[in-house]
Protein backbone atom coordinates (compact mmCIF):
# COMPACT_ATOMS: atom_id res chain seq x y z
CA UNK A 1 0.00 0.00 0.00
CA UNK A 2 1.50 3.10 -1.11
CA UNK A 3 2.14 5.71 1.89
CA UNK A 4 2.81 9.19 1.78
CA UNK A 5 4.41 11.39 4.04
CA UNK A 6 4.95 15.21 4.20
CA UNK A 7 7.38 17.08 6.53
CA UNK A 8 7.54 19.28 8.40
CA UNK A 9 4.12 19.36 8.99
CA UNK A 10 3.99 23.14 9.65
CA UNK A 11 6.46 25.86 8.68
CA UNK A 12 6.68 29.38 9.62
CA UNK A 13 9.16 31.55 7.93
CA UNK A 14 9.65 35.50 7.26
CA UNK A 15 8.69 36.81 3.86
CA UNK A 16 11.58 36.58 1.15
CA UNK A 17 13.07 33.36 2.88
CA UNK A 18 13.75 30.11 0.30
CA UNK A 19 12.55 27.05 1.61
CA UNK A 20 11.97 23.32 0.92
CA UNK A 21 9.08 20.78 1.73
CA UNK A 22 9.73 17.61 1.72
CA UNK A 23 7.58 14.26 0.36
CA UNK A 24 8.73 10.73 0.65
CA UNK A 25 6.90 7.88 -0.29
CA UNK A 26 7.10 4.21 -0.18
CA UNK A 27 6.18 2.85 -3.54
CA UNK A 28 8.01 4.57 -6.64
CA UNK A 29 7.17 2.26 -9.30
CA UNK A 30 5.98 4.39 -11.95
CA UNK A 31 4.47 6.89 -10.16
CA UNK A 32 3.65 10.73 -11.14
CA UNK A 33 3.99 13.01 -8.88
CA UNK A 34 1.87 16.29 -8.08
CA UNK A 35 1.89 19.26 -5.77
CA UNK A 36 -0.81 21.12 -4.99
CA UNK A 37 -2.02 24.40 -3.02
CA UNK A 38 -5.25 24.65 -1.04
CA UNK A 39 -6.45 28.01 0.66
CA UNK A 40 -8.35 27.58 4.21
CA UNK A 41 -11.91 26.31 2.88
CA UNK A 42 -10.71 26.04 -0.71
CA UNK A 43 -10.31 23.51 -3.11
CA UNK A 44 -6.99 22.19 -4.40
CA UNK A 45 -4.86 24.16 -6.83
CA UNK A 46 -2.38 22.23 -8.81
CA UNK A 47 1.42 23.80 -8.88
CA UNK A 48 3.58 20.78 -10.68
CA UNK A 49 3.14 17.59 -12.10
CA UNK A 50 6.40 15.88 -12.76
CA UNK A 51 5.60 12.60 -14.86
CA UNK A 52 7.68 9.14 -13.70
CA UNK A 53 10.34 10.04 -16.09
CA UNK A 54 11.31 13.44 -15.46
CA UNK A 55 13.56 14.56 -12.42
CA UNK A 56 11.85 18.30 -12.30
CA UNK A 57 9.18 20.70 -12.95
CA UNK A 58 9.53 24.54 -12.64
CA UNK A 59 7.20 27.24 -12.50
CA UNK A 60 8.04 30.32 -11.73
CA UNK A 61 9.48 30.61 -8.30
CA UNK A 62 8.51 27.20 -8.21
CA UNK A 63 11.17 23.99 -8.27
CA UNK A 64 9.40 20.31 -7.58
CA UNK A 65 12.07 17.64 -7.95
CA UNK A 66 11.62 13.72 -8.12
CA UNK A 67 13.78 11.10 -7.31
CA UNK A 68 12.14 7.87 -7.33
CA UNK A 69 15.60 5.64 -6.40
CA UNK A 70 15.24 7.09 -2.63
CA UNK A 71 11.17 7.56 -2.73
CA UNK A 72 11.54 11.71 -2.50
CA UNK A 73 10.28 15.17 -3.88
CA UNK A 74 11.17 18.63 -2.98
CA UNK A 75 9.22 21.78 -3.63
CA UNK A 76 11.23 24.55 -3.94
CA UNK A 77 10.00 28.01 -3.10
CA UNK A 78 11.95 30.89 -3.86
CA UNK A 79 11.63 34.40 -2.34
CA UNK A 80 8.48 33.27 -0.37
CA UNK A 81 5.49 36.02 0.26
CA UNK A 82 2.86 36.33 2.75
CA UNK A 83 0.62 35.81 -0.26
CA UNK A 84 2.36 32.01 -0.37
CA UNK A 85 0.55 31.27 3.05
CA UNK A 86 -1.46 28.09 2.57
CA UNK A 87 -1.22 24.03 2.88
CA UNK A 88 0.82 22.40 0.72
CA UNK A 89 0.06 18.82 -0.60
CA UNK A 90 2.20 16.31 -2.34
CA UNK A 91 -0.02 13.67 -4.13
CA UNK A 92 1.41 10.23 -6.23
CA UNK A 93 -0.86 8.13 -8.67
CA UNK A 94 0.39 5.11 -11.31
CA UNK A 95 1.25 6.66 -14.09
CA UNK A 96 -1.18 3.97 -16.60
CA UNK A 97 -3.84 1.37 -15.98
CA UNK A 98 -6.62 1.31 -14.47
CA UNK A 99 -5.75 3.86 -11.61
CA UNK A 100 -4.57 6.25 -13.74
CA UNK A 101 -5.69 9.30 -11.48
CA UNK A 102 -6.30 7.70 -8.15
CA UNK A 103 -4.02 9.75 -6.27
CA UNK A 104 -2.25 9.04 -2.55
CA UNK A 105 -1.90 12.58 -0.63
CA UNK A 106 0.21 12.88 2.02
CA UNK A 107 -1.24 14.93 4.78
CA UNK A 108 0.41 18.41 3.69
CA UNK A 109 2.72 20.98 5.21
CA UNK A 110 0.89 24.12 6.59
CA UNK A 111 3.32 27.32 5.49
CA UNK A 112 2.69 30.55 7.02
CA UNK A 113 5.06 33.82 5.95
CA UNK A 114 5.06 36.44 7.90
CA UNK A 115 5.68 40.16 6.54
CA UNK B 1 -12.78 26.99 -19.72
CA UNK B 2 -14.35 28.20 -16.71
CA UNK B 3 -12.55 24.74 -14.34
CA UNK B 4 -14.37 22.23 -12.44
CA UNK B 5 -17.33 23.65 -11.02
CA UNK B 6 -19.03 21.95 -7.43
CA UNK B 7 -22.74 22.57 -6.14
CA UNK B 8 -23.94 22.85 -3.49
CA UNK B 9 -20.42 24.62 -1.62
CA UNK B 10 -21.96 24.22 1.10
CA UNK B 11 -24.68 21.92 2.91
CA UNK B 12 -25.29 21.53 6.47
CA UNK B 13 -28.42 18.83 6.93
CA UNK B 14 -29.72 16.56 9.87
CA UNK B 15 -28.57 13.20 10.10
CA UNK B 16 -30.77 10.68 8.56
CA UNK B 17 -31.23 12.97 5.47
CA UNK B 18 -30.25 12.45 2.08
CA UNK B 19 -28.31 14.76 0.48
CA UNK B 20 -26.70 15.27 -3.33
CA UNK B 21 -24.13 17.05 -4.41
CA UNK B 22 -23.25 18.30 -8.24
CA UNK B 23 -19.78 18.11 -10.24
CA UNK B 24 -19.21 19.66 -13.72
CA UNK B 25 -15.86 18.98 -15.27
CA UNK B 26 -13.66 20.78 -17.65
CA UNK B 27 -15.42 20.29 -20.76
CA UNK B 28 -12.81 18.27 -22.81
CA UNK B 29 -11.75 16.05 -19.65
CA UNK B 30 -13.25 12.38 -20.18
CA UNK B 31 -12.15 11.04 -16.52
CA UNK B 32 -14.18 12.55 -13.34
CA UNK B 33 -12.99 11.81 -9.64
CA UNK B 34 -15.20 12.45 -6.24
CA UNK B 35 -12.15 12.61 -3.25
CA UNK B 36 -13.45 13.55 0.46
CA UNK B 37 -11.36 15.23 3.02
CA UNK B 38 -11.46 15.67 6.19
CA UNK B 39 -10.10 18.65 8.72
CA UNK B 40 -6.58 18.25 8.84
CA UNK B 41 -6.66 14.93 6.71
CA UNK B 42 -5.30 15.24 3.03
CA UNK B 43 -7.50 14.01 0.46
CA UNK B 44 -8.95 10.61 0.17
CA UNK B 45 -10.07 8.80 -2.98
CA UNK B 46 -13.56 7.49 -3.33
CA UNK B 47 -14.84 7.08 -6.74
CA UNK B 48 -13.82 7.40 -10.55
CA UNK B 49 -15.00 7.57 -13.94
CA UNK B 50 -13.88 7.71 -17.87
CA UNK B 51 -17.22 9.03 -19.82
CA UNK B 52 -20.07 7.12 -18.28
CA UNK B 53 -18.51 4.27 -16.78
CA UNK B 54 -17.92 3.83 -13.07
CA UNK B 55 -14.77 2.23 -13.05
CA UNK B 56 -13.11 1.94 -9.39
CA UNK B 57 -14.65 2.28 -5.86
CA UNK B 58 -12.71 2.61 -2.95
CA UNK B 59 -14.04 0.98 0.32
CA UNK B 60 -15.08 4.18 2.07
CA UNK B 61 -17.67 4.04 -0.88
CA UNK B 62 -20.42 2.31 1.93
CA UNK B 63 -23.84 1.57 0.11
CA UNK B 64 -25.24 4.60 1.57
CA UNK B 65 -22.61 6.46 -1.13
CA UNK B 66 -23.79 6.44 -5.19
CA UNK B 67 -21.98 8.23 -7.50
CA UNK B 68 -23.43 8.69 -11.50
CA UNK B 69 -22.40 10.61 -14.13
CA UNK B 70 -24.97 10.00 -16.80
CA UNK B 71 -23.79 10.45 -20.48
CA UNK B 72 -20.12 10.84 -19.49
CA UNK B 73 -20.37 14.62 -18.66
CA UNK B 74 -21.62 16.06 -15.01
CA UNK B 75 -21.65 13.62 -12.14
CA UNK B 76 -23.83 13.33 -9.17
CA UNK B 77 -22.54 12.37 -5.47
CA UNK B 78 -25.28 10.94 -3.32
CA UNK B 79 -25.10 9.94 0.46
CA UNK B 80 -28.27 8.09 1.93
CA UNK B 81 -29.32 8.66 5.64
CA UNK B 82 -26.47 10.95 6.27
CA UNK B 83 -24.41 10.31 9.37
CA UNK B 84 -22.14 12.54 11.59
CA UNK B 85 -19.32 10.44 9.89
CA UNK B 86 -19.99 12.10 6.72
CA UNK B 87 -19.16 15.58 7.69
CA UNK B 88 -16.15 16.49 5.03
CA UNK B 89 -15.11 18.27 2.09
CA UNK B 90 -16.51 16.30 -1.03
CA UNK B 91 -14.25 17.61 -3.65
CA UNK B 92 -14.58 16.57 -7.59
CA UNK B 93 -11.66 16.42 -9.66
CA UNK B 94 -11.42 15.46 -13.57
CA UNK B 95 -8.67 14.59 -16.02
CA UNK B 96 -7.62 14.49 -19.86
CA UNK B 97 -5.87 11.64 -20.89
CA UNK B 98 -2.76 13.46 -22.38
CA UNK B 99 -0.31 15.68 -19.95
CA UNK B 100 0.10 12.98 -17.91
CA UNK B 101 -3.34 12.60 -16.30
CA UNK B 102 -2.60 16.23 -14.35
CA UNK B 103 -5.91 16.08 -12.23
CA UNK B 104 -7.44 19.75 -11.72
CA UNK B 105 -10.01 20.09 -8.75
CA UNK B 106 -12.84 22.18 -7.74
CA UNK B 107 -13.89 24.09 -4.75
CA UNK B 108 -15.30 21.62 -3.06
CA UNK B 109 -18.57 20.84 -0.99
CA UNK B 110 -18.42 21.16 2.46
CA UNK B 111 -21.26 19.00 4.41
CA UNK B 112 -21.66 19.32 8.30
CA UNK B 113 -24.31 16.73 9.10
CA UNK B 114 -25.97 17.80 12.62
Same mark, same amino acid.
Request: glycine share 10%; hydrophobic share 30%; net charge neutral.
Given at each position: ?????? +???????? &???? $??????????? +????????????????? $??????????????????? $??????????? +??????????????????????????????????????? | ??????????? +???????????????? &???????????????????????????? &???????????????????????????????????????????????????????????
Amino acid at each position: KQEVTQ +IPAALSVP &EGEN $LVLNCSFTDSA +IYNLQWFRQDPGKGLTS $LLLIQSSQREQTSGRLNAS $LDKSSGRSTLY +IAASQPGDSATYLCAVFKAGGTSYGKLTFGQGTILTVHP | DTGVSQDPRHK +ITKRGQNVTFRCDPIS &EHNRLYWYRQTLGQGPEFLTYFQNEAQL &EKSRLLSDRFSAERPKGSFSTLEIQRTEQGDSAMYLCASSANRGGGELFFGEGSRLTVL
